[in-house]
């Protein structure tokens, strides 16, 4: 993969919702234009809903927060939405959680509208209706019944904004991107006098990049401020599945259980006794075990060995195996996503590998498993209205005008492909407090991030077992699309926030 390509793979990778809109540009060559916010903020609205069972009344507060730079001047304005049930004010006990979406960077529309607001879209199961059929529902899987809520947008993405005289481009790295959101929530603790009470912080695709670096930063404040906990949901916090240094195998380690996952929902992998968590647990252990040893001998591997090992790749991943023997036992994900079904001409979804479209000549096609960001993105849309009165939400941005992988400062030479340990501020605060916790999810169809790189994760970070929670959930990148997934991931939010 030459290095445009990889550039290209690096930006669809790192954004959460590959179709989300950038901001408005003139021409290619020509700065973006920000639409102007003209907003009467604070706005809240005093509402009620039915949470896990439970009654909750609540405020809704739409609001603006400043926050300062690096060096203290002004910074960005950045707008948020709070859903903070009645009495909770100074609450020593109550929980809130702050989410994000990914990017870099955009909107925390999805993770609102698609799994923790009081309203979500619901979408069928049936993936075969075109587009995607959806409802907007009362959420009654939301946490609030347990924590309170808190979704923010950076700067340059949703209503938020930098202040007058400030480039937008200073908060395009791993570091000032996720100073101006710790800012936020240490502002929004002490403006609403939640400093006692439980953090967490919710962060999706490079959104968990940016919470480990968030957390880190608020723990080093000239007044400490401790995590309790950090979800990492679609974690790319090591992108350790991605083949863009080529001696890197595992990659094709970490990728194996995605791509069988993937080749049984498609009918090409036969899952046998067990049903698909034997046969995932088959592929790990294949993976981890014959297939990394024969990626690690290379060529001096035998003739018979390779066949045989070809030809179990082939029953774990539907690939046959002489394309494997022609590839020395090799394919990338994006490889897989135009090999599977290369029969009936069609292209896997990269967020979402459940989802097809026909091959282009080119063999590429925009990402089929755009209709469920696209959806989420016209729905909120219509939330605003409903909930908070807003009927023009034209300055409302999806995402940040980032134009590709060097356009973003990721701290490390090389970008995120480096080996830079963007999960590494969670070991100081393993150490800090005693009670923090990390939680790692990630869906069965997620070709972006991996179960394999997940577990990678959680097994090389050297955190407490006991304090460390490995979730795999049926689903793409936003595995949370699937009802039945949507309840299991908010259950074990309710878990985890309530400390069991």
């Known amino acids: 993969m030459n290095f445009r390509n990889r550039a290209r793979a690096a930006a669809l990778l790192l954004m959460t919702l590959p179709l989300a809109a950038p901001a408005v540009v003139a021409d290619a060559g020509a700065e973006p234009q920000f639409p102007a916010v003209q907003l009467a903020l604070p706005t809240s609205k005093h509402l009620t809903g039915t949470f896990h069972g439970k009654a909750v009344s609540y405020s809704a507060t739409m609001a603006k927060t400043p926050v300062a730079d690096a060096d203290g001047k002004p910074g960005a ?4 939405f709070a859903y903070v049930a009645d009495g909770t004010r100074a609450a020593a006990d109550r929980p809130v959680m702050f989410v994000f979406n990914g990017g870099p960077i955009v909107s925390a529309q999805y993770l609102h509208m698609g799994l923790l607001g009081p309203k979500r879209v619901a ?6 209706t075109t587009p995607a059929a959806y409802s907007i529902v009362d959420n009654d899987l939301s946490i609030l019944d347990v924590a309170d809520l808190v979704f923010v947008d950076p700067a340059s993405t949703g209503f938020s904004r930098v202040v007058d005289g400030k480039d937008f481009r200073d908060y395009f790295s791993v570091k000032a991107d996720a100073q101006q959101v710790a800012a936020f929530i240490a502002t929004w603790l002490k403006d609403n006098e939640r400093t006692n009470s439980p953090l967490y912080v919710f962060g999706e695709s490079y959104g ?5 670096e968030v957390v880190g930063q608020l723990a080093a404040m000239p007044e400490p401020i401790l995590a309790d906990g950090v979800i990492l949901f679609g974690q790319a916090a090591n992108i350790i599945e991605y083949a863009q240094r080529p001696a890197n195998i595992i990659s094709y380690v970490a990728s194996l259980p995605t791509l069988t996952a993937t080749g049984w929902y498609h009918g090409k992998v036969k899952a046998g006794k067990g049903g698909i968590d034997a046969l995932l647990s088959k592929s790990r252990a294949f993976a981890n075990g014959e297939y990394l040893q024969a990626l690690f001998d290379g060529n001096s591997i035998s003739p018979a060995r390779k066949k045989s090992v070809a030809k179990k790749l082939e029953a774990l991943s539907g690939i046959p195996a002489d394309y494997y023997l022609a590839h020395d036992l090799r394919i990338s994900k994006e490889e897989y996503r135009q090999e599977l079904l290369k029969d009936q001409k069609l292209l896997l979804g990269r967020a979402d590998a459940r989802y097809t479209a026909p091959i282009t000549d080119k063999g590429r096609a925009p990402d089929p498993s755009g209709v469920l960001s696209n959806a989420l993105q016209d729905e909120f849309r219509t939330y605003l209205g409903a909930t908070f009165g807003i009927q023009d939400t034209s300055a409302y941005m999806n995402a940040a005008p980032v134009k590709g992988l060097g356009d973003w400062d990721w701290g490390a030479a090389g970008g995120p492909f480096a080996d830079f340990p963007y999960q590494k501020p969670l070991n100081m605060l393993m150490e800090k407090n005693p009670k ?8 069965y169809y997620d070709t972006q991030t991996t179960m394999g790189a997940a577990e990678y994760l959680v097994k090389q970070a050297g955190w407490p077992k006991d304090r460390t929670e490995l979730k795999y959930y049926p689903g793409g990148h936003m595995a949370y699309t699937i ?3 949507a309840v299991a991931v908010t259950d074990d939010l309710r878990a985890f926030v309530g400390g069991k």
């Open 436 to 443: 923090f916790r990390v939680m790692v999810s990630n869906g």
């Open 483 to 485: 009802g039945a997934t």
């Open 208 to 212: 968990t990049m940016r919470a480990p």
């Open 123 to 128: 979408f069928d199961d049936d993936i075969t």
């Open 77 to 80: 304005e950045l707008v948020s």
